[in-house]
């Protein structure tokens, strides 16, 4: 039995959709009393009607190239099958392939590699199997560079690309400095049998480079297998790069590097003791390139925030300045101060990657485009809080209030989340998710 990725090689997204609008026409008349009806895999069968059906973007903002969808009455945000050419195909079915000649990475082309690619990324990651300390991926784009991996006749997972020197974005003229893996997924129940492995593998293999990138910032378990990597090609140290925005010189971090100091704080943590971190060198910090001229929003676009850029040292002082700084302030907005920022608090902070040592966490906050400054860090804390307040003179209604949330390391800082909303006049107290886990509750005054 052949499935759709083997009998849509030559079928157009056009002649796809053609189809899909006349099975709708006839839905339409159908007697609703007697619908169709659909078995699904472990699941009671869904009833196909009027009311159960609907036309999904295959790539993302794009409303041009759609799929006719089925969903769950259980879960109607979730599709669980399409209508592809005449008839529907459940999501599994879909991941498979007849054809044995569908074998390891193969580069994304045929519409029909587009749909699995989207069931891959959307339904199957998207709703459920992305956990909670992971960051969902963008859409696909129509042409963008993607490889799915097969195994044993099944779609087993994908990873995509942004090729040296095309464009970040449709609204911006920047380009990618490297190619920059930006997307990559092993289905849960094929992990830990290489397969991360052999797409990174893949990913070198095929675009030679000096420099190669990967989307910062790495899931704890691509961290991983970065490690397994380089432990295998250590000529490759300085191939890979942890990269933010277009990868440019000051957008890049070693992943090599990275590693070696997580594994150096996770020893000197767990079984040698403080005394091993003086071992990491002021030198060795400076060969390490430094990450990020601008931070990055959930929805992975690139605001103009500048990033406040500080060494430990300044950080660290900068944290012992700041009640004498409070102070100072507290008394000059007596007359002037218009916003205060207050009553920092976190709770369920994320340990580091290997989930052995307690975060080390502060707080950075911003109004609009003005910093307002920085908490002290809190060592070893998985819920701490701040006592430090922070005042802005001249904020305004919707002005954006950002905090970003911290974890202190050795050698660069995680970033565990960014909460940001428009400010509204009064006293108001919020609790905001992090991305990388945990939460920031805190307070503001504005008037
Ligand atoms: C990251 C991901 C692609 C890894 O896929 P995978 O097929 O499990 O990776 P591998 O089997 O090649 O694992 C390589 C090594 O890393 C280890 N590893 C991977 N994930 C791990 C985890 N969560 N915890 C501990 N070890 C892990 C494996 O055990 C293996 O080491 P070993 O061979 O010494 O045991 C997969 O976990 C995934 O899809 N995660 C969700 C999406 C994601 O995080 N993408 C990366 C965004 S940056």
């Excluded at 911006?172 to 991360?196: A, E, N």
């Amino acid at each position: 039995m052949k499935f759709p990725v083997d009998l849509l090689a030559d079928v157009s997204q056009a002649e796809l959709q053609r189809l899909a609008h006349i099975y709708m026409n006839d839905l339409l008349y159908k007697n609703p009393d007697s619908p169709e009806r659909l078995a699904l895999p472990g699941s009671p069968e869904v009833s196909i009607n009027i009311t159960s059906v609907g036309f999904l973007p295959l790539y993302g903002s794009s409303d041009e190239h759609r799929i006719l969808a089925l969903f769950s009455p259980s879960d109607p945000l979730t599709a669980v099958a399409l209508y592809l050419l005449d008839q529907w195909w459940t999501v599994e079915d879909i991941l498979r392939t007849a054809d044995p000649a569908r074998d390891g990475a193969l580069e994304v082309e045929t519409t029909g590699e587009r749909i699995v690619l989207y069931i891959l990324n959307r339904v199957i990651y998207r709703t459920k199997e992305m956990s909670s300390d992971e960051l969902p991926f963008l859409c696909h784009g129509e042409n963008d560079h993607a490889k799915i991996l097969w195994n044993d006749g099944e779609a087993v997972g994908f990873y995509s690309v942004k090729p040296s020197g095309s464009l970040c974005s449709a609204s911006s003229d920047r380009r990618y400095q490297l190619p920059v893996m930006d997307s990559v997924f092993v289905r849960t129940c094929h992990r830990g049998k290489g397969f991360g492995v052999w797409m990174l593998e893949d990913f070198v293999l095929t675009y030679k480079d000096y420099y190669l990138g990967l989307k910062y910032p790495l899931s704890k378990s691509m961290y991983k297998v970065c490690d397994k990597y380089l432990r295998q090609y250590p000529g490759d140290a300085d191939l890979l790069w942890e990269v933010e925005s277009v990868g440019g010189p000051k957008q890049r971090t070693s992943i090599s590097r990275k590693l070696q100091a997580m594994n150096l704080k996770s020893k000197s943590l767990t079984f040698t003791g403080d005394s091993v971190i003086t071992e990491v060198t002021e030198n060795k910090m400076e060969d390490i390139a430094t990450q990020i001229g601008e931070p990055v929003s959930v929805d992975g676009t690139v605001e103009e925030v500048p990033a406040l850029r500080m060494s430990k040292e300044s950080c660290e002082a900068m944290a012992s300045l700041l009640p004498l700084l409070s102070m100072l302030l507290g008394f000059l907005s007596v007359a002037q101060s218009q916003l205060r920022v207050f009553d920092l608090r976190a709770t369920g902070l994320p340990a580091d990657v290997f989930g052995t040592v307690k975060p080390d966490g502060y707080v950075k906050v911003f109004c609009g485009a003005s910093t307002l400054g920085i908490t002290s860090i809190r060592h070893n804390e998985v819920n701490p809080w701040w006592g430090e307040e922070f005042s802005n003179f001249s904020a305004q209604e919707n002005d954006i209030l950002r905090l970003e949330v911290h974890d202190s390391d050795l050698v660069f800082d995680d970033l565990l989340g960014v909460c940001q909303r428009q400010i509204k006049p009064g006293t108001n107290e919020h609790d905001c998710f992090l991305q990388e886990g945990g939460t920031i509750h805190y307070s503001y005054t504005l008037g």
